[in-house]
């Protein structure tokens, strides 16, 4: 179970406290700190890279991993979707519908485990790499105009949220409904 895909893994879930804690003495108005939220959750992002591409490479994947990576990629981007919500720099109604994807994805594997695996799509991937663009554009204390731009990549991403949330649903009804072997 110890090994260096899962250690990064590790690492990512105790990031999202220290996120937490960042953005939270930030309360969005502390430049220094929103930098070093910022920051943190870039780092923390790209471990889910990094862990998932050790795990491969190197035949370190394991169920601690496969339960664990999830957990700390929704733990991460549920925190500063909640937070940037709470902070007035997001409608809440984003966060939630987001939110609510990323559940049902997960309950949609649960639901077909027995029937195969819902692999990550390109149209996932593209995703995740939106809402964080998105996140950390939201984080990063940018002036004015260039701050304009971040709802415009967060619409990118809500919009690919929905539609990969869709394809998912539609992938695990037809696992389902699938004639068994």
Not at 9 to 27: D, H, K, Y
Not at 28 to 52: H, K, N, P, Q
Not at 152 to 166: P, R, S
């Amino acid at each position: 179970m110890v090994n260096a895909a899962n250690v990064i893994t590790a690492v990512r879930l105790v990031m999202v406290p220290v996120f937490v804690a960042m953005v939270v003495a930030s309360g969005m108005v502390e430049r220094d700190w929103r930098i070093a939220a910022c920051l943190t959750f870039g780092v923390a992002s790209f471990t889910d890279y990094v862990d998932g591409w050790i795990a491969r490479r190197y035949g370190l994947v394991t169920a601690f991993g496969k339960v664990a990576d999830p957990i700390a990629d929704k733990a991460l981007t549920g925190a500063a979707l909640v937070l940037l919500s709470w902070y007035d720099r997001l409608p809440w109604w984003v966060t939630v519908v987001i939110l609510v994807r990323e559940v049902g994805v997960t309950l949609l594997r649960f639901w077909v485990i027995r029937y195969g695996v819902i692999a990550a799509s390109r149209g996932g991937k593209i995703k995740t790499a939106l809402q964080v663009l998105a996140i950390g554009w939201y984080l990063w204390p940018f002036p004015e105009p260039l701050s304009d731009v971040g709802p415009w990549i967060m619409a990118a991403a809500v919009a690919v949220t929905v539609v990969t949330g869709l394809d998912y649903t539609l992938r695990a009804l037809r696992m389902r409904m699938a004639p068994s072997a």
